[in-house]
């Protein structure tokens, strides 16, 4: 278990997003290894179409690793300042939340690092309340434009569905949870992402998520191609920006909205994109995030050891194993390989990191980011 002492970390608001992998750049001028993500079950209460993870979910989770190696792995990693805890549904197997989530956290509150769980609410109550004080973020994905999608898509690649009346309690605590334990005080963020199935629901969907979830956070994500959800229907760039654009018009101000992964930069000589750019950097409670997946993250599995670069599994698959090699080492046989050295272009004046893979081919297959790259920094006189 870790020695290090415990770092007192500031409230997560609009000004602090521990997520954020250009903070890296800002304390060490570089990419560095700061975020973990962990896949702790292969199990799941549900089973939506739109799970990029849905291909493994099983019936039955192995046996994990013994937890020291895996405080050891985590002890060699000097700038970890951030821990994700994925799946499956990481608080549907009991034995799961006791031999691998509960140690996690521990570990993660021992040493000041930031938590965040992915989990789709929707069981007891108590299962949540009996990890809230090791939580910093709740995060939560809710595509759901109508009932009848939640029942449908929510358990679309189950062979054998349980009944509506099961399906449709399920979405009621999924609402009375996000509520009550924002209530409470857990900072619960709910992800939209935007695709085909959702942009006719957008108003509809913003507006349970603050006034009945009583969400901290909205978070917007455009959807990509990638592992299960390959065959789903994205959005083309106009429809994107449109949406992006609608959402500005009808949010509710209050509430802290972030974009993820947005196909817009401004490298692009458009003046769309570079006025929905500049409406997103003046609008009230917003931001725009980097990607993490492949900056300053990685992901493990707690059960083969198996090291992804997260979103870039179908590019790259297993890059290492946390068996045989140390994180750090691995970050940065990740970071100086072709592939990376390709996308993590840096633009200082904007604070941008570049596309990631999945944004790159979907987009934009034959554009040279690094040469953009060069052209901002002539533009800028940066380095």
């Known amino acids: 278990m870790s020695t290090y002492s415990i770092n007192k970390k500031c409230p997560i608001d609009i000004s602090n997003d521990p997520w954020e992998p250009y903070n890296d750049i800002n304390m060490h001028n570089q990419l560095t290894l700061s975020n973990i993500e962990f ?52 608080m549907f197997s009991k034995k799961s939340i006791k031999q691998v989530v509960k140690p996690l956290l521990k570990y993660a509150y021992d040493r000041g690092i930031y938590v965040q769980m ?16 090791y939580i910093d973020v709740m995060h939560i994905s809710h595509n759901w434009g109508t009932i009848e999608e939640f029942t449908d898509v929510g358990f679309g690649a189950m062979t054998k569905q349980p009944p509506l009346k099961a399906k449709l309690k399920l979405y009621e605590q999924m609402l009375d949870n996000a509520s009550t334990l924002s209530k409470q005080g857990m900072f619960v963020s709910a992800e939209t992402m935007l695709n085909q199935s959702t942009l006719p629901h957008l108003d509809k969907i913003h507006n349970e998520v603050v006034k009945d979830m009583h969400c901290s956070r909205h978070e917007i994500h455009p959807m990509y191609p990638a592992d299960f959800a ?14 992006i654009n609608h959402l500005l018009d ?35 409670n917003v931001t725009t995030r980097n990607d993490p997946d492949g900056r300053n993250r990685l992901n493990v599995n707690v059960f083969t050891g198996n090291v992804i670069v997260t979103d870039f599994g179908d590019e790259n698959g297993t890059i ?17 390989s072709s592939l990376a050295q390709s996308l993590n272009c840096h633009c200082a004046e904007f604070n941008c990191l570049g596309p990631n893979v999945l944004v790159k081919n979907m987009y934009y297959p034959h554009t040279d980011f690094k040469e953009k790259e060069k052209m901002m920094h002539r533009i800028y006189q940066t380095n």
């Open 230 to 243: 390959s065959q789903l229907n994205v959005l083309s760039l106009q429809d994107m920006k449109h949406a």
């Open 118 to 133: 992915n989990s789709n609410l929707t069981l007891p109550q108590d299962r949540y309340l009996d990890i809230a004080e």
């Open 39 to 90: 896949t702790t079950t292969n199990l799941c209460n549900m089973r939506c179409s739109h799970c990029a993870v849905g291909y493994t979910l099983q019936t039955q989770d192995p046996e994990p690793l013994p937890m020291d190696l895996i405080y050891r792995r985590l002890d060699e990693i000097p700038d970890l300042k951030t821990l994700s805890i994925t799946g499956g549904e990481p």
């Open 250 to 284: 009808i949010r509710d101000e209050d509430i802290w909205m972030l974009f993820g992964t947005l196909p817009i930069y401004p490298c692009l000589n458009d003046e769309d994109d570079q006025a929905l750019l500049q409406r997103l950097r003046n609008a009230k």
């Open 320 to 336: 290492s194993n946390i068996k045989t090699d140390k994180l750090p080492d691995v970050f940065n046989q990740w970071i100086n």
